[in-house]
């Protein structure tokens, strides 16, 4: 079924870095755009970047921008997020999430999500 | 960036009551305006998309309106697994797609 699986979260130092896996299947993955979307303890949902479906584009939140690096491999079908100058305001759960582009023009819709894997960055 | 603001923060309700949170956009958005469901220990579930369409397989309770900048999610009869949180979202602009706080949904 279509399932989005991420992993290589854990506990890490502030300073160091991490990076977060996203492995897609039952879709043809290289067909959709694909975000990462954090939530933060006790706080709401935090979009974190998107790689549009060809590889071609990238958009970051200002809080990660130049420190978060997001990447896709098509041919694995994997999402990728690479963290690097951790903070503690980066602990969360990190969800990665297919976009449903259900008009072709702007935004669509985030229509599949992952379960999510938790970075907690402490000392 | 376009903020997205929502209220109320959270509610209590009855089984069967008619639940409405509404959501404002800090500019138009037109249409484009999900709304979210967070469980908890669960990932967010996609309930309703571009302000109006209900997603495949969400039950018909819920429901969506509005366009420009003010927005309502409605559950008709409120049921004891919609225990969660809320979220809208918008995807108008160039990201960030940004997300409203939160209504948090409990039952009486």
């Known amino acids: 079924q279509v399932q989005l699986v991420e992993s290589g979260g854990g506990v890490v130092q502030p300073g160091r870095s991490l990076r977060l896996s996203c492995a897609a299947s039952g879709f043809t993955f290289s067909s959709y755009g694909m975000h990462w979307v954090r939530q933060a303890p006790g706080k709401g949902l935090e979009w974190v970047a998107l790689m549009w479906h060809d590889g071609n584009n990238k958009f970051y939140a200002d809080s990660v921008k130049g420190r978060f690096t997001i990447s896709r491999d098509n041919s694995k079908n994997t999402l990728y997020l690479q963290m690097n100058s951790l903070r503690a305001e980066d602990t969360a759960v990190y969800y990665c999430?297919?976009?449903?582009?259900?008009?072709?023009?702007?935004?669509?819709?985030?229509?599949?999500w992952g379960q999510g894997t938790v970075v907690t960055v402490s000392s | 960036d376009i903020q997205m603001t929502q209220s109320p923060s959270s509610l209590s309700a009855s089984v069967g009551d008619r639940v409405t949170i509404t959501c404002r956009a800090s500019q138009s958005i037109s249409t484009y305006l999900n709304w979210y469901q967070r469980k908890p220990g669960k990932a967010p579930n996609l309930l309703i998309y571009?302000?109006?369409s209900l997603q495949s397989g969400v039950p018909s309770r819920f429901s969506g309106s509005g366009s420009g900048t003010d927005f309502t999610l409605t559950i008709s009869s409120l049921q004891p697994e919609d225990l969660a949180a809320y979220y809208c979202q918008q995807t108008y602009s160039t990201p960030p797609y940004t997300f409203g706080q939160g209504t948090t949904v409990e039952i009486k």
């Open positions: 571009a302000a109006s």
């Open positions: 999430a297919r976009e449903y582009d259900y008009d072709g023009t702007r935004g669509g819709a985030f229509d599949i």
